[in-house]
């Protein structure tokens, strides 16, 4: 763990990833849209249905459910970058 970081922090964001990891891994998980970030594609209230990534994986362009923050967030991947995803919204 880098100095400064909140340990409590970093263990919210571990949990989150695990509970979504476990969802997902179980069939297909339905997910509201509670912000306006991946507007005008989805907006608050729409739906989005993740399915686990198989062996591809994401690719460039596919919404993903990532964590960010300690919750949960749809986001497009942009890239990659040392075997992590860089995702933004819409």
């Known amino acids: 763990m880098k100095a400064g970081r909140d340990s409590g922090a970093e263990a ?51 919404v993903v459910l990532a964590v960010a923050g300690g919750r949960a967030v749809t986001h497009r991947v942009v890239g990659r970058r040392g075997g992590f995803y860089i995702v933004k919204g819409d």
């Not at 249905?49 to 362009?61: D, K, Q």
């Open 12 to 62: 919210r964001v571990w949990a989150v990833a695990e509970l979504l990891r476990r969802q997902i891994a179980d069939g297909a998980t339905r997910v509201a849209v509670t912000s306006t970030s991946m507007g005008p594609l989805a907006r608050r209230g729409d739906a989005f249905v993740f399915e686990p990534p198989g062996v591809r994986g994401a690719r460039f362009g596919d």
